[in-house]
């Protein structure tokens, strides 16, 4: 008889949710943890608030993985963003929708709150939890099961769900190790790479804005192309070299761009093999029209000839950006409205529609919210997130390669294919 019928390696928002479920289902189940706290980055995550998951039904969390969002019909059938609020409700976790962003939160805005609700159920559920046991090796037997060396034993099992997550905020611990076991078996690892992280430039006046929020931007990544674009502007309806696009939140920060609309775009920016060959495209009113604008450009000159050109703007941009665009564009904040003819009207508008940001690079793992790459989805069964190569051998979370925007997407995507896995290993065994 072996130790264990189920282990679990990892105990972040995956294997917290897999191993209670599992134990739930009655099996003898272990979760090993190599840290000295389970959840470290679900009590980091959202700025300390954990965004659980986002205001839509299943067809929208895979709608927003793009292509990739295939692999997660089974695991949301099995755990739907709401049966995910649901559960922690059942568990005492008020949630809250943010109104502006579909995002949604506890109502306490606290991420221990969240981590103590999945601790309690896994308390309830009968499964053990070690804490400070790193798992050294992984051998399969031929008998069937596997051997799991870790630093303090050697224990048999007969299933083991790997949620080690993937390589984002290293300091929580999540520094790839799943990646080595999985590989040991044959699978197949898509080069892991930052996602959700911040933008970094050498633009001077990107940096001057340090603390500059906006709320409403429309981002391109694009390829550099020196004869599509001036200095400071791209070219009016030029597209076609787009690599990535997002509308949102916007922060100016000492080393450049920050904000859930940056972040989003960034995975395009670290998978890239020459970041500094980038450049991104802002349109800092994608509200409204460059024709639009021109004509309140246009009237409001007529109807206060002697107010500033930086004035105009700033009625509807922070004042310190529209000084920098009209710098940028060679204008004078200070210089009189009467006199803004129409050649210097289509360099304010594209200043403030199409100003180009170069990009040196992002801000790496360190300060990246989610891993893009990791283990194949095409040797994973998406029905039961067990290997397509190693019978017995499961994976959850961030350490496959599903990777989505910011918004709760991605702890969706982790508990719910943790869900799945917990619920089909116990099928099985």
Request: glycine share 10%.
């Amino acid at each position: 008889m072996m130790d264990w019928e189920v282990t679990v390696v990892g105990a972040g928002a995956a294997g917290l949710l897999a191993a209670a479920r599992a134990a739930e289902l009655g099996r003898r189940t272990l979760l090993l943890e190599k840290n000295r706290r389970p959840g470290i980055k679900i009590l980091m995550s959202g700025g300390t608030r954990c965004n659980l998951t986002h205001a839509t039904d299943r067809r929208g969390i895979v709608r927003e993985y793009g292509p990739p969002g295939r692999f997660l019909h089974s695991a949301l059938a099995a755990l739907s963003p709401q049966d995910l609020v649901d559960l922690f409700e059942a568990e005492g976790v008020a949630t809250k929708i943010e109104q502006d962003t579909g995002k949604i939160f506890p109502v306490s805005d606290r991420a221990s709150d969240v981590l103590d609700a999945l601790l309690a159920r896994l308390r309830r559920s009968g499964c053990t939890l070690t804490l400070e046991e790193p798992l050294i090796d992984l051998e399969a037997m031929e008998s069937g099961g596997f051997v799991l060396t870790t630093g303090k034993r050697k224990l048999t099992t007969e299933k083991v769900l790997i949620t080690t997550g993937g390589q984002s905020y290293p300091g929580s611990g999540t520094t790839g190790d799943g990646y080595a076991w999985a590989a040991k078996f044959g699978h197949t690892i898509v080069p892991p790479r930052p996602a959700l992280t911040p933008i970094t430039t050498d633009a001077e006046w990107v940096r001057s804005l340090q603390g500059v929020t906006i709320p409403d931007v429309l981002v391109r990544v694009v390829e550099t192309n020196p004869s599509d674009a001036a200095p400071f502007a791209a070219k009016k309806n030029k597209t076609s070299d787009c690599l990535a696009e997002r509308r949102g939140s916007f922060l100016f920060t000492h080393f450049g761009l920050s904000g859930p609309v940056a972040l989003d775009v960034s995975r395009v920016i670290s998978g890239h093999p020459q970041p500094r060959s980038l450049r991104l495209v802002c349109d800092f009113l994608p509200a409204v029209s460059e024709a639009e604008l021109d004509e309140r450009l246009k009237s409001e000159a007529a109807a206060a000839g002697k107010k500033q050109i930086g004035g105009l703007l700033a009625s509807l941009l922070p004042r310190r950006l529209t000084d920098a665009l009209l710098t940028n564009a060679g204008l004078s904040a200070d210089r009189r409205a009467a006199e803004l003819g129409r050649e210097a009207r289509a360099r304010c508008l594209a200043a403030v529609k199409r100003c180009t940001i170069a990009v040196t690079g992002t801000r790496g793992f360190k300060k990246a919210e989610v891993t893009a790459g990791g283990v194949s989805l095409d040797e994973v069964d998406s029905r039961t997130m067990q290997s397509r190569i190693v019978p017995g051998l499961y994976f959850a979370g961030e350490v496959l390669d599903l990777d989505g925007p910011i918004g709760g997407y991605n702890f969706q995507a982790a508990f719910s294919t943790g869900w799945l896995a917990a619920e089909k290993i116990s099928d099985e065994t």
